[in-house]
């Protein structure tokens, strides 16, 4: 009557009730972004290396475990934009 379930994206099916799939190997809801934002956040001092954010994520998303070239790829582009962005927001000053 509606078609092919399995068609229907896996967070859908999740909400119906009808995704029989492992919760941990779903595509987070975060952007890259926000998942540098947590990745940063979760240390004492608030600073981290480009491949500690590469470590946070494997470590705490199982989904980017299977194809890590893929996604560090736009990470390091996501880490890059944030860069610029939160350096367009310091006082002139500051940069003195």
């Known amino acids: 009557m509606y078609g092919d ?18 919760l941990d190997d779903m595509k987070p809801p975060y952007s890259y972004a ?15 290396t480009l491949s500690g954010i590469y470590a946070y994520i494997s470590r705490n998303y199982s989904y980017y475990r299977a194809n890590e070239k893929g996604w560090q790829v736009s990470v390091t582009s996501a880490t890059t934009q944030l860069t610029v962005a939160a350096a367009a927001l310091l006082p002139l000053s500051f940069c003195v």
Request: include cysteine; charged fraction near 15%.
């Open 5 to 22: 379930f399995a068609a229907l994206p896996s967070r859908l099916r999740m909400h119906c009730g009808l995704f029989s799939g492992d």
């Open 34 to 48: 926000q998942l540098i934002v947590q990745a940063i956040t979760s240390t004492p001092d608030k600073q981290m």
